[in-house]
């Protein structure tokens, strides 16, 4: 273990930030932005962001900013108060457990869709049966595989009965669960509904140009009784920019309003500029490392324990939590420490010991280490520093930085090696968001363990606490003592808005267009 006055320094060649990003925050950059109309002037709140949704279709996308879009477009049965974590009634007015499989919901009247389609039973049921159908592949599987069938009732009735008892039901159906217009969603399906989608919720959107920008619009006939307030910025357009220089050059110009995800250290020096305010805030996104070891795995010294410990020990977590994440905290188990069943009680933990590293890596029969990859699609520093520790006990590491889908569809194709993984959870508070989703046996896990895929899935259906949190930490202690993954640290985000925008940050990273307002 290092100390606290070892410094918990970066290697050598990580120290220096790029010139370029340096230059940028300094104002260096200015001219690389390109003002479009935006700001107050023109109620039109401008957002840039650096990872394109795949599909605006909720059920088909998992990247954040494709979450936000939907919290701002679509509404769900349930609504959790991200204050007080009550639930309350949205598209539903009220429901009722009847038994340890089936939830009844009672549907609220005289609401519309943005096209003018009536909301009611057909939506709910024919929406949650398409997606939960495994044939129609949504890539948000695994927050609809506990659904067995929903059933109409009347006209404004319905029954979600779950394959087994999931106790973290409601949950989904309170954050990630949106409900399509039936007619609609059955004439287009998904590929229409990323073209020109159409939901219930206090945001419209009226041009979507793919891989470009999306636009929205305040839905000025939003119902009145939803918990969500009523919208009071006109527009919201929101460009996809890659570049994260790019975006603060936009931000600090006035071609946008709103950036999150900004670099600690950029988000400081951006703090000195008058027009403009900077925000930050720990959220439920955790950060790991995982690794690869089916069979076919492209890095086969992954298969070596010792090689998987060898590679935890050789990260120094704490350095790189304090110089470059600046803010959050340590993570010593694959889940949000705020879920339900997550634990790090007991958990084997890795400490920094490069020297036990280099031990490892020879008695696995690597002591001048070896070459892998490393992919990758966001905080790229952190990323950076990872490939550093790893270079000083030997194992050269090679970046691939990509959008999210192209690395997911990778991992899920057994085409990765080390992957730097971020997850978010789609918002739900609940263990069966995280740890099931890369160790459950679904695409996205790469360790396939028979006994932690039946533990979890214990803990998913387990109607007791006690019992769930008892095959979880069985769970994640397999995960942890097998070093299938590095935890890292739980996403602290950094925001920079303009002094005209009213905003407040949340612990689920979603922004929430229509509660916020200019000043």
Same mark, same amino acid.
């Given at each position: ?41 023109t ?10 949704p ?26 959790? =108060?991200?204050?007080t ?5 949205q598209?539903?007015?009220? #429901? ?15 609401i ?14 024919? +929406? ?6 495994p044939?129609?592949?949504?890539t ?12 109409k009732? =009347? ?6 009965? @779950?394959?087994e ?48 920008s ?14 969500k ?15 994260? !220089?790019?975006q ?7 071609g946008e =309003? &709103?950036?999150?995800?900004v ?24 950060? &790991?490392? !995982? ?51 997550? +634990? ?14 280099k ?22 520093p ?30 899920r194709?057994n085409?990765?090696a080390?992957?730097? !993984?971020? #997850? ?40 007791a ?11 994640? @202690? ?11 640290? @739980? ?23 229509w509660?916020? @307002? #200019?000043?």
């Amino acid at each position: 273990m290092t100390t606290a006055s070892s410094a918990r320094k970066l290697p050598s060649a990580h120290r220096p930030l790029r010139a370029g990003l340096v230059a940028c925050a300094l104002g260096l950059c200015l001219a690389l932005a390109q003002p479009v109309l935006a700001g107050k002037k023109t109620d039109t709140l401008g957002m840039a962001y650096d990872q394109t949704p795949e599909n605006i279709d909720p059920y088909f996308n998992n990247v954040l900013i494709g979450v936000i879009i939907a919290a701002n477009v679509w509404d769900t049965l349930v609504y959790r =108060d991200p204050n007080t974590n009550e639930y309350k009634g949205q598209l539903a007015k009220s #429901w009722k457990q009847i038994d340890d499989r089936t939830l009844e919901f009672e549907l609220r009247e005289g609401i519309k869709f943005h096209n003018g389609e009536e909301f009611d039973a057909d939506s709910v049921v024919f +929406t949650l049966n398409y997606v939960s159908d495994p044939a129609n592949k949504a890539t948000t599987q695994q927050n609809v595989r506990w659904i067995k069938q929903v059933e109409k009732l =009347d006209k404004f009735k319905v029954r979600i009965i @779950s394959k087994e008892p999931f106790p973290a039901a409601i949950d989904y159906l309170a954050t990630t669960l949106a409900i399509h217009p039936a007619k609609y969603y059955k004439e287009v399906g998904p590929a229409g509904m990323n073209l020109k989608p159409v939901g219930s919720g206090p945001y419209k959107i009226i041009e979507h140009i793919p891989g470009k920008s999306v636009t929205l619009e305040r839905n000025k006939d939003y119902f009145k009784d939803s918990p969500k307030t009523q919208p009071t910025i006109g527009k919201v357009r929101i460009r996809f920019i890659p570049d994260r !220089q790019t975006q603060m050059a936009e931000v600090m110009s006035g071609g946008e =309003d &709103f950036i999150m995800h900004v670099p600690k250290d950029q988000a400081e020096k951006l703090k000195s500029i008058p027009h403009l305010q900077v925000e930050s805030g720990n959220t439920m996104r955790i950060v &790991f490392l !995982q690794m690869n070891t089916r069979d076919g795995t492209p890095a086969p010294e992954l298969k070596d324990i010792r090689v998987r410990k060898a590679i935890a020990h050789a990260i120094d977590r704490q350095a790189i939590l304090k110089n470059i994440v600046g803010g959050g905290e340590i993570l010593n188990s694959i889940c949000t420490p705020s879920q339900v069943g997550c +634990t790090s009680e007991g958990i084997t933990q890795y400490n920094y010991d490069p020297a036990l590293s280099k031990k490892l890596l020879a008695e696995a029969g690597f002591p001048n280490g070896f070459t892998v990859s490393i992919n990758a699609y966001r905080e790229r520093p952190q990323t950076e520093a990872m490939i550093n520790y790893l270079q000083a006990v030997g194992i050269k590491a090679n970046l691939g930085f990509m959008q999210y889908a192209a690395m997911r569809d990778l991992a899920r194709s057994n085409k990765t090696a080390l992957t730097h !993984q971020t #997850w978010g959870s789609n918002l739900v508070n609940d263990l069966s968001a995280s740890t099931p989703v890369y160790f459950g046996g679904g695409s996205d896990d790469v360790s396939r363990n028979p006994e932690v895929i039946e533990l979890l899935n214990k803990g998913d259906n387990a109607v007791a606490l006690k019992d769930r949190q008892a095959y979880y930490k069985k769970a994640l @202690s397999i995960i942890a003592d097998q070093a299938y993954a590095v935890p890292l640290w @739980s996403l602290p985000v950094y925001y920079v808005a303009s002094k005209d925008v009213k905003f407040k940050p949340y612990h689920d990273e979603l922004v929430r267009f229509w509660e916020m @307002s #200019w000043k």
